[in-house]
């Protein structure tokens, strides 16, 4: 059983922990983006009921399904959006330097059909972003969503928001698509070219190696592995090579899993890289420069076990803190780390390393 901090978020009586929280889930149901979105495409939304695809066959098993249940709102509203609640509940309670924003509806998780439309959809999400939440507190940040499905709009849409002082990352949401295929350069290639991270979280409609099995405790149980191929798809397929100052941040996937993955993907590298003779890094070396990792949902662990997992990793960047307000297993600043970690580390851990990938946020004071 995981030993937990105390209440109080110092790392010193004399000074704040300061703390970017990497993950956080606003929301909007459709007919609040029909004021963002091209009247041309309001009927698929007003006239021929389209609802998002989700292919989730399970109801989650907790008090509030998907999310905490102190975060639903009277009035039916979905948690997350509602402003005010967030703040009293995240931004207060936490006294959080600053949150980013990562949304709820993307079309990258979606299946491809209607790609014009669901491209629509992404620049209405980012405008409704910008107007409705970024204005509202300096410690909010935001990230540009983007249909993959249609790279070439996905590209024009980051680099049409990707300059906007409060959008810090592109984010694709993970289906089914490994994203080292080339048809997705153009999305990475923006992405660059914007000094943007690409976040990468997964959804409902990321399958298990499986697919979708009979229970939800086993999908959710599995999850890191849609997070483990999408990162061989993009070191393998050399995306990383071509973009070298692309930085790539795994969101809502946890971290327990990343020393395997470096180990047996350099053993695989050090047999197999004739066929891969464009990559010219061990992948280890590639994590390690250019990938992230956000740090829950965290297992419970002793304070040994958390130190041996950042030692195998060989650095002390990797890990994000985010939190996934407001959804069930949300993790407070409070407990997610186990008692006693350093103080240098958790005050990499809690913002540092984020302030490093996330260029775009000011600078912590103090």
């Not at 991270?197 to 298990?208: A, F, I, L, R």
């Not at 149980?221 to 692309?246: A, C, H, I, K, Y």
């Not at 971290?255 to 993907?265: D, E, K, Q």
């Not at 297992?299 to 958390?306: G, P």
Request: aromatic fraction near 12%; glycine fraction near 6%.
């Amino acid at each position: 059983m995981t030993e937990v901090a105390t209440r109080t978020p110092v790392i010193g009586a004399e000074k704040k922990l300061h703390i970017i929280d990497t993950d956080v889930h606003e929301r909007a149901d459709l007919p609040a983006l029909l004021p963002y979105l091209d009247p041309m495409w309001h009927k698929y939304i007003t006239d021929f009921g389209w609802v998002p695809d989700r292919v989730l066959p399970y109801a989650q098993y907790a008090a509030g399904g998907l999310d905490r249940a102190d975060s639903k709102l009277p009035d039916g509203r979905p948690a997350g959006s509602d402003y005010p609640l967030l703040r009293q509940q995240l931004l207060d309670e936490y006294d959080m330097d600053y949150a980013i924003l990562t949304g709820w509806l993307d079309a990258s998780a979606l299946n491809g059909g209607w790609p014009e439309f669901k491209t629509a959809l992404m620049t209405a999400y980012n405008d409704w972003q910008l107007g409705e939440w970024l204005t509202k507190d300096d410690r909010l940040m935001g990230s540009v969503h983007v249909n993959c499905h249609d790279p070439i709009g996905a590209a024009r849409e980051i680099d049409r928001v990707g300059g906007d002082p409060r959008m810090v990352q592109a984010i694709l949401y993970i289906g089914d698509k490994a994203w080292g295929d080339p048809f997705y350069l153009p999305i990475f290639e923006a992405a660059v070219r914007n000094n943007l991270p690409v976040g990468m979280h997964h959804s409902e409609n990321s399958p298990t190696a499986l697919g979708f099995h009979r229970y939800y405790v086993e999908w959710h149980t599995l999850v890191p592995q849609v997070f483990m191929s999408e990162l061989v798809s993009l070191m393998f397929n050399g995306v990383f090579d071509r973009f070298p100052e692309l930085k790539v941040v795994m969101i809502e996937g946890g971290f327990t899993w990343v020393p395997h993955l470096m180990s047996r993907a350099d053993q695989q590298y050090k047999q197999l890289h004739s066929e891969v003779p464009w990559v010219k890094r061990k992948p280890s070396q590639i994590i390690r420069d250019q990938v992230r990792f956000c740090t829950q949902p965290t297992e419970e662990m002793t304070l040994e076990r958390f130190l041996q997992i950042v030692d195998w990793m060989e650095s002390d960047e990797l890990l994000l803190f985010s939190t996934d307000y407001p959804h069930w297993d949300f993790d407070s600043p409070y407990e997610a780390l186990p008692l006693g970690v350093p103080v240098e580390l958790k005050r990499k851990i809690f913002a540092e390393n984020a302030a490093k990938i996330y260029t775009k946020i000011p600078a912590l004071v103090g």
